[in-house]
Nanobody, 120 residues
């Protein structure tokens, strides 16, 4: 069993930066990939970024390329999302997720979410 806890959200002006953290806990943590998703008011949840836990290879949605950077600290079982040059359209609840099972592309663990609000 895995528990994911996000932190680091808040209110920031356009052009500012935030760093989100997602700490994974459990007796045994093992994940193939971890990712960040977000859901803005009135919109569907969307993919933001994912990282291969072992290799560190990262992938990004086109809307955030060049502005957001995902990383992980394997020793701390933590994944980060460094967000720079934030825009009002980045406003959303950001969720951390982990895929721990093979044979599927679905994420099976989710955090509670952290609110990011970008003002203009």
């Amino acid at each position: 069993q895995v528990q994911l806890v996000e932190s680091g959200g808040g209110l920031v002006q356009a052009g500012g930066s935030l760093r989100l953290s997602c700490a994974a806990s459990g007796r045994t943590f093992s994940a193939y990939t971890m990712g960040w998703f977000r859901q803005a008011p009135g919109k569907e949840r969307e993919f933001v970024s994912t990282i291969n836990w072992s290799s560190g290879n990262a992938y990004y949605a086109d809307s955030v390329k060049g502005r957001l950077t995902i990383s992980r600290d394997k020793a701390k079982n933590t994944v980060y999302l460094q967000m720079n040059s934030l825009k009002p359209e980045d406003t959303a609840v950001y969720y951390c997720a982990a895929r721990t099972k093979s044979g599927t592309l679905q994420y099976d663990y989710w955090g509670q979410g952290t609110q990011v609000t970008v003002s203009s």
